[in-house]
């Protein structure tokens, strides 16, 4: 979850939470409600002060990893979905916007599920 990483890279930056709050320019019980993920849908614009002040890409905040039990694609799915990219003219260099663009769509639908249960 987006508080988690904020809290990890917090962490190995040794910065305190009220550092991060003030060079972010944010409230610091705003940014501990996300931390401790209360508030589990900040706007972009918030996560982007916190990346640009913990110095890091603004996906790495935003990035989830897989739960337990998640059906994984098939190897050959994944090799037929590149020969598809190739095919319909996405170059190589253009993969890691792609995969930015992939990354934020999955956190935005990972926010409207949870959104949908409260």
Do not use: C, H
Not at 31 to 47: A, G, K, Q, V
Request: proline share 3%; charged share 35%; net charge neutral.
């Amino acid at each position: 979850m987006i508080g988690d990483n904020i809290y990890n890279i917090r962490k190995e930056k040794r910065l305190s939470l009220s550092e991060l709050a003030k060079q972010a320019k944010v409230s610091k019980s705003n940014l501990s409600n996300i931390e401790r993920n209360l508030n589990t849908n900040p706007s972009i614009t918030l996560i982007r002060k916190i990346a640009d002040v913990l110095d890091v890409d603004l996906f790495l905040l935003l990035k989830s990893e897989p739960k337990i039990g998640e059906k994984q694609i098939p190897e050959d799915e994944w090799i037929q979905f590149v020969n598809d990219l190739k095919e319909s003219g996405v170059e190589k260099g253009q993969l890691q916007e792609y995969k930015r663009l992939i990354e934020f769509i999955n956190w935005q639908n990972e926010q409207n599920r949870k959104n949908s249960k409260d």
